[in-house]
């Protein structure tokens, strides 16, 4: 089939290229001229481990183009997919859908026979009745279907999640597009992964469900990790014990600095306004957004009693700077709070991601980037995990403890066990965990 992708950010390029690995023709559109001319000569704007490989693979099959021009793929397109940015606007947290309208409105003008239109960014309940009017106002004669079909990525496992799904959910009753749809997605039938078809507007709301309650989970198990310090349990414990009921599961069950990232902070606070909008409050889910914003903040206060109370003049070295590992997305991430709090109690921070250093640098001011995690510890008198790459579970402690003015570790991801860490001379913090 021919497949156009407009938005080549992280949704437009992940689904745009695993589209051309299932063997469809698909071009990724884009108005930003340079990422268009930077994937065109073989560059990634994103890092997401094994995309630059895959779409150098479906470039070269002649199965995945990029262009700053929709005509042509969108006049011969069978499926015209939307997945654009939708990021909280500005001021009352509402979801910004001003690219997916003007994105709609271009798409209209443009599309030739039948073609179904497929919003894959994250759009709030009624989004696709909105779409709807915007054909019907800009090209009444358009034979299309507007269709929902909401992506469940995680940045840093993305085309794994796209070509093993747990599910695919798409919102459409035109038997059309559904026929289209299933074609898109039948190389997914031999994974035997189950494509449930629902109304639009409950498939857009799927989507916020679904990361509302992760987000609710992740918090969840927060509140209990500070209980356990209160009381002197092991979180890790309490989260395994938990979640080996099948009811509740396993995961999302880390208990650490808050969430953060691209969509859980955004997904969650449309929630809510769609919800009070819809007289119907969702006030779990407003309090999840509350206690996560207090967690990031407070993380900084920990940090500071594992210093003896006292940051003014000190040096804290931060590992990881991203929301998450295998990502270099710095979007609402812990760091962006940590950071500054600790700094405005008068620490020098220097800090070391594999990734992130790079948008990090916009970010954040008055930090010394280093090279190395060995880089960041050096001098250092305090010594704080805020993500868990892989590289910072096996560290040399040996030499992180020599290079250290005082050897305190502040673990936010429950890396190391405290008994280890204790033998090894240090001053070790963890989350929900007892001190040692």
Not at 133 to 152: L, Q
Not at 205 to 212: E, G, H
Not at 404 to 417: Q, S, W
Not at 428 to 433: E, K, L, N, P
């Amino acid at each position: 089939m021919h497949v156009a992708m407009i938005g080549t950010g992280y949704v437009g390029l992940v689904s745009g290229a695993c589209f051309a690995d299932f063997g469809h023709t698909v071009t990724c559109i884009d108005k930003d001229a340079a990422k268009i001319e930077r994937l065109q000569g073989g560059g990634i704007p994103i890092y997401e481990p094994g995309l630059d490989l895959l779409v150098a693979q479906n470039v070269k099959a002649g199965r995945l183009f990029f262009s700053t021009d929709a005509t042509e793929a969108v006049r011969g397109a069978d499926a015209v997919f939307i997945g654009v940015g939708t990021p909280s606007r500005r001021g009352d947290g509402y979801a910004d859908l001003s690219y997916v309208y003007a994105a709609a409105e271009e798409i209209a003008g443009l599309v030739d026979g039948f073609t179904v239109v497929v919003t894959k960014s994250t759009v709030p309940v009624g989004t696709g009745d909105e779409i709807e009017a915007i054909f019907k106002r800009v090209r009444p004669d358009a034979d299309v279907a507007i269709v929902s079909n909401p992506e469940f990525l995680r940045e840093g496992a993305a085309i794994e999640d796209f070509k093993r799904p747990d599910r695919v959910v798409v919102g459409t009753q035109e038997p059309r597009a559904q026929a289209v749809m299933r074609e898109l997605y039948r190389p997914l039938y031999l994974n035997e992964t189950p494509i449930l078809f629902t109304n639009r507007r409950t498939s857009e709301l799927i989507k916020y469900a679904a990361n509302a309650f992760l987000a609710l989970k992740i918090t969840y198990i927060n509140e209990m990790a500070d209980l356990c310090e209160a009381v002197g349990a092991d979180v890790q414990q309490v989260a395994r014990g938990i979640g080996l009921d099948n009811r509740i599961g396993s995961k999302f069950l880390n208990a650490g600095p808050g969430y953060g990232g691209s969509c859980f902070p955004k997904d969650t606070i449309a929630l809510v306004r769609t919800a009070r909008d819809a007289g119907a409050p969702v006030e779990l889910i407003e309090t999840t957004v509350k206690v996560n914003g207090e967690r990031k903040k407070a993380m900084a206060g920990k940090i500071g009693v594992a210093a003896n109370g006292e940051l003014k003049g000190k040096t804290v070295g931060i590992l990881g700077l991203t929301f998450k590992p295998n990502t270099d997305d710095m979007r609402d991430a812990p760091a962006l709070d940590i950071v500054p709090a600790l700094q405005a109690q008068g620490a020098h921070v220097q800090a070391f991601d594999p990734e992130g250093g790079h948008e990090a640098r916009q970010l954040l001011r008055g930090v010394d980037f280093k090279d190395s995690p060995y880089d960041a510890a050096e001098g250092a008198d305090v010594l704080v995990i805020i993500t868990e790459w892989d590289q910072f579970r096996a560290l040399d402690l040996d030499r992180i403890k020599l290079l250290m003015k005082t050897p305190v570790l502040v673990d936010l991801r429950n890396i190391y066990k405290p008994d280890d860490m204790r033998a090894r001379g240090f001053a070790y913090t963890s989350v929900g965990r007892p001190a040692v």
